[in-house]
């Protein structure tokens, strides 16, 4: 048990803490009952590409159907269950009847190809996987295939959705009822590593649905806010502070298309009469330069969430103004943490919102420590941002050096960015760790492309960075040393990518050199290529651009 508040007497300390709150011990089928309960007929959820409508009574008989689906496969409490889509009906059915089930519910990609797919059919150990066969971007069927071949795997059922085997697997006989704990585990989420292979972040009931309450709280959410969720739900972004805080709330999920589409999000928005718009600052970069956009009707929106990369404060002011979005908030955090620790009120002056990232939720700590002696900084002073209370994760999937290196003896998620706390408790980020950047949305880690780069016959050596850009926030850049006599295009290296890593791994810029800077030990320096590649490209005020 935390004592919170032993810091309070050390005013100056970049310490801080949230209001203590009541916090839910229910499960997610808990809270789904719950929210039958008080608004059953109320909607739930639109999926306008779908053309499919369902009330909260309605969305938990079809969780139950996948529940009892699931128990008819022999799938147990504790189990992994892997979903493999896009934006949809089925991925919120999948999703809530794996909860009831008490089944473990495995987020994978749908930019995932052979290689990142072989690997998490092989880490997560899941028994069953749900996909589309096949979409406008990829054929699902068939890379399953080719990642299956020449592995044994414990899958064991793939059930493909919009076919006669997904609607008898619906049919299914049973009940749902199991012995389910708010600390069990409900969800894995992969997330890259600075060193190695992506790492399967556990997470608990407890952990998703109190998040979801205290962000519904921060945005004021009732039953009768409708919330367009443009983000995928792969993502903590779609799949916790979309469905959870419409769950704990009872307002409506509006999803818009497959993917992230600015014009259908616009049309979503008007059409349904959207109160809340959530996105990554690309999204909402997108939808303001669309050339019709002064065409669409946006005054419904009140409010809503810029988060998942650093915030333009040019364009938060834009969407606070042009999209009538006067209640926009700022989130941050991370997978680890559920994913938001900290975010501004919706009526916290304008120069606060895009200023900084907000400040603790309810049931949350929040320091600033010396990346030296870890140590708390005073107020004012840089230093790692570090988070703790019941958002923190259950750890990684069988990985507790990992777990032990993120997450202290003392509770403290440590999330390896940057940041200053001002005396009344707000943070400033000023910088992130030391490699990863953020490409639209999407996080990057160089270490695991770098990994998968060296796989080609013809390459030495090879650093990626991520620079500014000016729609995605960052891309990557890739410095290359090829094998002594080798010769290569910067064309055939993204040819080699294309189809076994995600879209947003794959450099977008390709530099061939003969060396990289190094430090007098022999450390490559990266900040040096990202300085270099800066300069070279006339990216210095883009660079110095201002972000919440």
Known sequence: MYTWGRFRDQKMLSYSCGPDQPLWQKTIGQ?????????????????????????????????????????SLGITPGDRVGLW??????????????????????????????????????????????????????????????????HTLPLEHVVVFGTAAWEDFLRAPGDVRGAIQPEDVANIQYTSGTTGMPKGVLLTHRNQ???????????????????????????????VIGTMSALASGAAMIFPNWTFDACATLQAVEAEGATSLYGVPAMFIAELGLPEFNNFKLT???????????????????VMGEMHCQELTIGYGQTESTPVVTMSAVDDPVEIRVSTIGKALPCTEMKIVSPLDNNTMPTGERGEVCARGYMVMKGYDDEPEATARAVDREGWLHTGDLGVMSQDGYIHLTGRAKDMFIRGGENVYPREVEEFLYTHPKVA????????????????????????????????????????????????????????????????????IREIETNERGLESLSKRETA
């Open 209 to 239: 649905v109190n998040n979801g309450k205290f962000l519904a709280q921060g945005m004021r959410y009732t039953e009768r806010d409708r919330i367009c969720v443009p983000v995928p739900l792969y993502h903590c972004f779609g799949c």
């Open 461 to 528: 050596e090879v650093q990626l960075v991520g620079i500014p850009d000016e729609r995605l926030g960052e891309v990557g850049v890739a410095w290359i040393r090829l094998k002594t006599g080798e010769s290569a295009t910067a064309d055939e290296i993204r040819a080699f990518c294309d189809g076994h890593i995600a879209y947003f791994k794959i450099p977008q810029h390709i530099r061939f050199v003969d060396a990289f800077p190094m430090t007098v030990t022999g450390k490559i320096q990266k900040f040096k």
């Open 300 to 318: 419904s929106l009140r409010t809503g969430m810029m988060a998942g990369a650093p915030c333009p404060v040019e364009v938060m002011k834009r």
């Open 31 to 71: 809270v789904l009952d719950q929210t039958v309960e008080r608004w059953g007929d109320r909607l739930a959820l639109v999926s306008r590409h779908q053309s499919k409508r369902h009330s909260w009574h309605e969305l938990r008989e079809l969780a139950d159907c996948v529940a009892r689906g699931l128990r």
């Open 85 to 150: 889509s896009t934006n949809c009906v089925e991925w919120v059915m999948v999703q809530l009847g794996c909860a009831r089930a008490g089944a473990i519910l495995v987020n994978v990609n749908p930019a995932y190809r052979t290689h990142e797919l072989a690997f998490t059919l092989r880490k997560s150990r899941m028994k069953a996987l749900f996909l589309w066969e096949r979409d406008s971007r990829a054929d699902y069927a068939q890379i399953l295939n080719e990642a299956r071949h020449g």
